[in-house]
């Protein structure tokens, strides 16, 4: 069980900041975020946790930034992800194996990977199969992998730095009293911004994707809510189709939140819209947090398109085939909003994917819907 271990650092005057959280596996959009931000040793570096799983280099990604952590200016804080992988992995209760063995079919299927079976390939091993195999798995995996699970569990949940407070999901009321305590409170604060307090200090979480925060459009940027002084970064890398990986830019450790900047990095193509598009506003936005749907009646299998009703609004859409997907035996959608930004014939846009919907495009961190042609740039 990882306890809450808070560090302060003293950083000079006119020192940038950077903070990245929820890299989830993706070594090489944090190795291009960290060059758009042109990162160097006279910044600080805050890597807010979640380096692993829910991407398909889990075990690289991790040993990346164990070598960052090497520097004296780069400091890397635990995530909910992280710990609870640690504890999967370091736990030989039966629950947590049955747990294990489920996981990492589940990411394996959906991810391509895991840091679990990341360790099994690089002992030339199979993939576990049953409760079993994963048991006896793990035994070999926490002899191989032991550098990697110590650095994970020593790691620090609360960095401060002046004006700026960093923290993977969030602050519980009285967080101050609680060093040494359980470290979830602070790990798995799911929705902050709306059920956290307000702050002194700048508050910098990640966690909770900030698509959840908006609800007229699919936005990926960061979010400043200046009434609770809380600045949200996740956005969304590995999780959502559209997300990208975002780096803070901070300054100045005792400057303020709108001296704050940012920049980002997705990995879509970019692309030339041809044709023009007006805007249309979004009727609905479909996210993980209320996603029940039911298919309407007369559906043909195999068109690409479903129509839907979303059991919370009533409301009847439109959404392609693949965004579904049942869990718990309820039919769910994949986070789905029908906004369609204005475009102008010649601009360049991010190309997500295209289908029957047309094509998902982002432009500025922001999806939408385009039915325009597109051209390579």
């Not at 596996?25 to 979640?50: N, P, S, T, W, Y």
């Not at 002992?123 to 699970?149: C, D, F, S």
């Not at 002194?200 to 400043?224: K, Q, S, T």
Request: hydrophobic share 35%; glycine share 10%; proline share 4%.
């Amino acid at each position: 069980m990882l306890t809450i271990k808070r560090v302060s650092l003293d950083i000079p005057r006119g020192r940038r900041i950077l903070a990245v959280s929820d890299i989830h596996g993706h070594v090489h959009f944090l190795k291009k975020v960290l060059e758009k931000a042109g990162f160097c040793e006279d910044d600080e570096l805050i890597i807010d946790g979640d380096i692993i799983e829910k991407g398909p280099y889990s075990l690289e990604t991790l040993r990346y930034v164990m070598e960052l952590d090497k520097k004296p200016n780069v400091h890397v804080i635990s995530g909910n992800v992280d710990s609870w992988q640690l504890e999967l992995i370091g736990s030989r209760e039966p629950e947590r194996t049955r747990a294990l063995a489920e996981f990492i079919r589940t990411a394996k299927k959906r991810w391509g990977g895991s840091l679990f079976l990341d360790f099994c390939e690089e002992m030339g091993m199979g993939h576990p199969q049953t409760e079993a195999e994963t048991a006896a798995a793990r035994e070999k995996v926490i002899a191989h992998g032991q550098a990697e699970l110590k650095f994970l569990s020593e790691l620090p949940s609360i960095v401060e730095a002046g004006n700026f407070i960093f923290v993977h999901s969030g602050l519980p009321e009285r967080w101050e009293e609680m060093d040494g305590q359980e470290a979830t409170p602070v790990l798995k604060f799911d929705d902050f911004r709306n059920r956290g307090g307000s702050f002194d200090r700048c508050v910098v979480a990640g966690h909770w994707p900030v698509c959840l925060y908006r609800h007229e459009v699919a936005e990926f940027n960061p979010f400043f809510d200046r009434n609770k002084n809380i600045i949200s970064i996740d956005g969304g890398c590995g999780l959502k189709r559209d997300g990208q990986l975002n780096c803070l830019i901070i300054p100045d450790a005792e400057g303020t939140m709108e001296e704050v900047s940012w920049t980002s990095y997705g990995g879509f193509p970019e692309m030339t819209a041809v044709d023009s598009q007006q805007e249309r506003k979004a009727r609905i936005s479909v996210q993980y947090t209320d996603n029940r749907v039911e298919l309407l009646p007369g559906q043909s299998p195999g068109t690409g398109l479903v129509r839907l009703r979303h059991l919370t609004t009533d409301t009847v859409l439109d959404v392609p085939e693949d965004y579904l997907y049942e869990r718990d035996g309820t039919l769910r959608c994949d986070d789905f909003c029908d906004y369609h930004m204005e475009v102008k014939a010649g601009e360049r846009v991010e190309l997500v994917e295209t289908g029957a919907m047309g094509s998902l495009i982002k432009k500025n961190g922001v999806s939408s819907w385009y039915h325009g042609r597109l051209e390579p740039v």
